[in-house]
């Protein structure tokens, strides 16, 4: 490859990066019914969430090597590896990194994906929506509200009620059955 090829394909990968710089605004809910703050019922959501701030040493000896590469450096595990994505028991998905319950079981769907996915969280208070701007397109990245673990990302692509799909890494979740 000559220089200037080389400068060209820089070129047009810098354009490409300018061109999905954009802030990702979260999916929009205008028209779709949202979580809010009222959990499902037996879902205890604690009032207010305090953040957990751990040392990368903490977070190494509290998670397994592969729940610390997607919780807390935001990788993704392979598709269709996670036994979460074909449960269907009745009960709750909490962050595997802190135990904040997140997803009900009753707002879980297959997508097809190959990963967990859910059409809202317990509460709109469980999660943080940060823009993700890795891969040169821009995503919306879902975060646990207490240790900021990396869960997956949400898309418009969802079933009703709210129309969006919360695809989360099964390894950043743990599934806890309901008490009868």
Known sequence: MDRRSFLAGLGAVALLGCATSGQAAPPKSSDKKAAGDKAPPNVDVPKKIEPLELSEA???QRLDPEQFHVLRQAGTE??????LADNHADGVYHCAGCDLPLFDSTAKFDSGTGWPSFFQPVSDKVVHLVPDHGFLM???????????GHQ????????KPTGLRYCINGVALKFVPRKA
């Open 152 to 159: 997956g990302h949400v898309f418009e692509d969802g079933p």
């Open 78 to 83: 392979r598709a269709f590896t996670s036994p």
């Open 58 to 60: 903490e977070w190494r």
């Open 138 to 148: 821009v995503r919306t990245e879902v975060r646990c509200a207490r240790c900021e």
